[in-house]
T-cell receptor, first 112, second 112 residues
Framework: KAGVTQTPRYLIKTRGQQVTLSCSPI?????VSWYQQTPGQGLQFLFE???????NKGNFPGRFSGRQFSNSRSEMNVSTLELGDSALYLC???????????FGAGTRLSVL | GQQLNQSPQSMFIQEGEDVSMNCTSS?????WLWYKQDPGEGPVLLIA?????ELTSNGRLTAQFGITRKDSFLNISASIPSDVGIYFC????????????FGTGTSLTVIP
């Protein structure tokens, strides 16, 4: 069974641009959560989607948004990029909301 | 958001030594998870704990769900070089919409 797949693995953007990250969950998993990981802040929860609906949201500005499709694949979008958005963005999937989460390898975003 | 205090922040040990790390919170958790993250990769689940007092092993790894439900411990016996990485605890808080909260990580270096 394939694991959680995140694309792309690496991204370089400049300030003010926007970016879209993609996550394909483990087959059969319907919940997808997104996290931002930085050396100073650790893993910070962004949001969780289950059955195409946002269930939980972390404390991030509105520039960070996401969505989930009917096949459970999820995308995360960051608009008007700032230097501080440089981080490893991790996606985790679970069978249902509240179940154990399995992580993808992440997308490393660098904002110049 | 909830804070999970994970300690120590980093450890440098000789190969063959045993390792102990812990995670504490001021809140009661109903699930504790331990993950390991290798450089450039996403966290990989090591052990899941569901009941207070539960002791679970996975090879040389042993984790315990604290009796007070506010802490958890991870022990690694007879460390080997491939144990190098960052270990994260994660807790699921009762009544919070099933969100998981992560500790800040323990960086482990094993000296051959």
């Amino acid at each position: 069974k394939a694991g959680v797949t995140q694309t792309p693995r690496y991204l370089i953007k400049t300030r003010g641009q926007q970016v879209t990250l993609s996550c394909s969950p483990i087959s059969g998993h319907r919940s997808v959560s997104w996290y931002q990981q930085t050396p100073g802040q650790g893993l910070q929860f962004l949001f969780e989607y289950f059955s195409e609906t946002q269930r939980n949201k972390g404390n991030f500005p509105g520039r960070f948004s996401g969505r989930q499709f009917s096949n459970s694949r999820s995308e995360m979008n960051v608009s008007t990029l700032e230097l501080g958005d440089s981080a490893l963005y991790l996606c985790a999937s679970s069978l249902a909301s509240g179940n154990i989460q399995y992580f993808g390898a992440g997308t490393r975003l660098s904002v110049l | 958001g909830q804070q999970l205090n994970q300690s120590p922040q980093s450890m440098f040990i000789q190969e063959g030594e045993d390792v102990s790390m812990n995670c504490t919170s001021s809140s009661i958790f109903n699930t504790w998870l331990w993950y390991k993250q290798d450089p450039g990769e996403g966290p990989v689940l090591l052990i899941a704990l569901y009941k207070a007092g539960e002791l679970t092993s996975n090879g040389r790894l042993t984790a315990q769900f604290g009796i007070t439900r506010k802490d958890s411990f991870l022990n690694i016996s007879a460390s080997i070089p491939s144990d190098v990485g960052i270990y994260f605890c994660a807790g699921q808080l009762l009544g919070t919409g099933n969100q998981f909260y992560f500790g800040t990580g323990t960086s482990l270096t094993v000296i051959p």
